[in-house]
């Protein structure tokens, strides 16, 4: 065999070699369980996940109260989630979630705290009932807004449109400020 020839032959069953190796450790990271993404349950009655860290952005599923979610990114008011059922995947705003664990399973030991909806409605604001009974007796030239805002946090179909929406906050000259759950 001359020396041409079998250089190239080594070097051949180097580039083999290092073929093999690379495949071996892919097949190796491969079959490694994925990362353990970060718990957090939903916190809101409805959490929006949205299709980009933004309240501007598609709505791509609608969560709900108690719902288990996996942290696969975090930015500084967003977080990047996946469903326990991957049923949802996206961003949603950390004001809408919690480190803790909502129980809501008969039996559980968080399930025995009982809240009304109206409670619910009303932490979702940021307010407790009292608060918020002081607020509008205070401010009652605001109830027809209120009435308005119960209506739609109540019933669904009351609820306004993604479009509505945007014509609101461009009316408002609304930006899109970090805060708010959803």
């Given at each position: 065999?001359?020396?041409?020839?079998?250089?190239?032959?080594?070097?051949?069953?180097?580039?083999?070699?290092?073929?093999?190796?690379?495949?071996?450790?892919?097949?190796?990271?491969?079959?490694?369980?994925?990362?353990?993404?970060?718990?957090?349950?939903?916190?809101?009655?409805?959490?929006?996940?949205?299709?980009?860290?933004?309240?501007?952005?598609?709505?791509?599923?609608?969560?709900?109260?108690?719902?288990?979610?996996?942290?696969?990114?975090?930015?500084?008011?967003?977080?990047?989630?996946?469903?326990?059922?991957?049923?949802?995947?996206?961003?949603?705003?950390?004001?809408?979630?919690?480190?803790?664990?909502?129980?809501?399973?008969?039996?559980?030991?968080?399930?025995?705290?009982?809240?009304?909806?109206?409670?619910?409605?009303?932490?979702?604001?940021?307010?407790?009932?009292?608060?918020?009974?002081?607020?509008?007796?205070?401010?009652?030239?605001?109830?027809?807004?209120?009435?308005?805002?119960?209506?739609?946090?109540?019933?669904?179909?009351?609820?306004?449109?993604?479009?509505?929406?945007?014509?609101?906050?461009?009316?408002?000259?609304?930006g899109n400020n970090a805060g708010g759950a959803q």
């Amino acid at each position: 065999m001359n020396p041409r020839t079998l250089t190239h032959l080594c070097i051949t069953l180097i580039a083999m070699g290092l073929v093999v190796t690379a495949h071996a450790k892919k097949q190796d990271e491969a079959d490694q369980d994925p990362p353990k993404l970060k718990p957090m349950s939903v916190q809101v009655n409805d959490a929006a996940v949205r299709t980009s860290p933004s309240f501007l952005s598609e709505v791509a599923s609608v969560l709900g109260y108690g719902a288990k979610v996996g942290v696969v990114e975090e930015g500084e008011d967003w977080m990047k989630v996946q469903a326990e059922e991957a049923t949802a995947s996206g961003w949603m705003h950390t004001t809408a979630l919690t480190k803790k664990e909502i129980n809501l399973e008969a039996g559980d030991t968080d399930a025995n705290v009982k809240a009304s909806k109206e409670e619910l409605t009303a932490g979702g604001r940021g307010y407790n009932q009292e608060i918020e009974n002081k607020f509008r007796e205070d401010n009652q030239e605001l109830e027809a807004g209120y009435k308005l805002l119960d209506q739609m946090v109540i019933d669904p179909r009351r609820r306004a449109s993604r479009t509505e929406v945007l014509l609101f906050m461009r009316s408002g000259e609304l930006g899109n400020n970090a805060g708010g759950a959803q």
